[in-house]
T-cell receptor, first 115, second 114 residues
Framework: AQSVSQHNHHVILSEAASLELGCNYS??????LFWYVQYPGQHLQLLLK??????LVKGIKGFEAEFIKSKFSFNLRKPSVQWSDTAEYFC?????????????FGKGTTLSVSS | DGGITQSPKYLFRKEGQNVTLSCEQN?????MYWYRQDPGQGLRLIYY???????QKGDIAEGYSVSREKKESFPLTVTSAQKNPTAFYLC?????????????FGNGTRLTVT
C-alpha cells in the first residue's frame, strides 16, 4: 500500500529564513505528487503538483518542490518565508497507473513563522 | 460560485447516536471523498466515490457509511460503531478519481461526541 512520510512535525522559523519540508513516499510505480496547505481557519488548498516532466515544479506564493525519483522524495522549499506562510502543510500522493485511486496524505507539518 | 458545501460547521451528538454529515458540490465533479483529520494524524481516507451509485472503502471505513445517489451529494454517516468519532471531517471532490486530478476541499465539519 502507498504511504507518505513527512519527517518534520513542527517547524519554527523566523521571517526571511529558508524553508525545506521533507516528504517521502512508498510506491514503486508512477505517481502523482501534491502539496496542500491549510492556513489557520481556512480550507485545504493546492500549493503545487507534479505529474511528469521537469522534476522541479513551482507553485503559488513562491513555493517550489523537487521530485527525486531515486529517493522517492518530493520536498517543498521556499527561499524566504513570510509570517503569512504560517500554516499546516500536507504532502499527498496517488498512483498514476491505477484509475480511481484516492489521494493518500502525510501526517502534515505545522510551520510557524515569527516576525 | 462553484464549490463544496459541508454542513453544519459544528455538530454535537451523544454517544450511541448515528449522525449524518452533509456534503454537496456544484462543480459537476464525478469523484467525491471523505477524509478525517486528527491532530498529528494528517488526513485519513474514509470512503470515496468515483461515480454515482458506487463507492469504495478507504483506510479507516469501519464505523462509517456513505451513499452516492446523486452526483452532487455524498453524505457520510458516523455510526455508533465508530469508536472515536470526535474529529474534523473533510469532504472533497475532483473531476475524476485518481491520476492527476487535484482535490477541491470543503470547509469541514467538526463533530464532537460526548
Amino acid at each position: 500500500a502507498q504511504s507518505v512520510s513527512q519527517h518534520n512535525h513542527h517547524v519554527i522559523l523566523s521571517e526571511a529564513a529558508s524553508l525545506e519540508l521533507g516528504c517521502n513516499y512508498s510506491y514503486g510505480g508512477t505517481v502523482n505528487l501534491f502539496w496542500y496547505v491549510q492556513y489557520p481557519g481556512q480550507h485545504l488548498q493546492l500549493l503545487l503538483k507534479y505529474f511528469s516532466g521537469d522534476p522541479l515544479v513551482k507553485g503559488i506564493k513562491g513555493f517550489e518542490a523537487e521530485f527525486i525519483k531515486s529517493k522517492f522524495s518530493f520536498n517543498l522549499r521556499k527561499p524566504s518565508v513570510q509570517w503569512s506562510d504560517t500554516a499546516e502543510y500536507f504532502c499527498a500522493v496517488n498512483s498514476d497507473n491505477q484509475a480511481g485511486t484516492a489521494l493518500i496524505f502525510g501526517k502534515g507539518t505545522t510551520l510557524s513563522v515569527s516576525s | 460560485d462553484g464549490g463544496i458545501t459541508q454542513s453544519p460547521k459544528y455538530l454535537f451528538r451523544k454517544e450511541g447516536q448515528n449522525v449524518t454529515l452533509s456534503c454537496e458540490q456544484n462543480l459537476n465533479h464525478d469523484a467525491m471523498y471523505w477524509y478525517r483529520q486528527d491532530p498529528g494524524q494528517g488526513l485519513r481516507l474514509i470512503y470515496y466515490s468515483q461515480i454515482v451509485n458506487d463507492f469504495q472503502k478507504g483506510d479507516i471505513a469501519e464505523g462509517y457509511s456513505v451513499s452516492r445517489e446523486k452526483k452532487e451529494s455524498f453524505p457520510l454517516t458516523v455510526t455508533s460503531a465508530q469508536k472515536n468519532p470526535t474529529a474534523f471531517y473533510l469532504c472533497a471532490s475532483s473531476p475524476w478519481a485518481g491520476g492527476n486530478s487535484p482535490l477541491h476541499f470543503g470547509n469541514g465539519t467538526r463533530l464532537t461526541v460526548t
